[in-house]
């Protein structure tokens, strides 16, 4: 990649479900993603979103397990800035308003079931529909 950091993904509970469910489009795009050394980002409100029950959830259990994979947790300061967001847009999902400040801040590309909703969150980032 000459010298250029790989771009990090960062995941939706969309994509959270997707992994779960073995899509293997997703699949594919974290693999590829890996091994070219990008860093997998699940913000911590997603990863609360889909878990439910830890032993029946393999897939998910071996993606955070996985070394490239990051849980970003949310601090005070994102907190209030995924409050920010949400009233600036009009919205009161703080999860998704995490999902995109944590790709924002990262310039992470994300894989998400909810491009239309994300998209009003942050019109200039790069959504991959999962």
């Known amino acids: 990649m000459g010298g250029r950091h790989p771009r990090s993904l960062t995941l939706d509970a969309g994509a959270l479900i997707a ?3 073995a899509d293997r489009r997703v699949s594919t795009i974290l693999r590829r993603a890996t091994e070219r050394g990008a860093q997998i980002l699940i913000p911590a409100g997603a990863l609360a979103q889909v878990w439910r029950r830890g032993s029946r959830q393999v897939r998910l259990a071996l993606l955070l397990d996985d070394p490239d994979v990051t849980v970003e947790a949310i601090d005070a300061e994102l907190a209030k800035a995924c409050g920010e967001l949400c009233g600036r847009r009009g919205t009161d999902d703080v999860v998704d308003a995490s999902v995109v400040l944590t790709a924002s801040r990262c310039n992470s590309i994300v894989l998400t079931s ?7 969150l942050a019109p200039g980032l790069e959504l991959v529909q999962v």
């Open 114 to 120: 909810d491009i239309d909703h994300l998209r009003r």
């Open 19 to 21: 992994v779960e469910h």
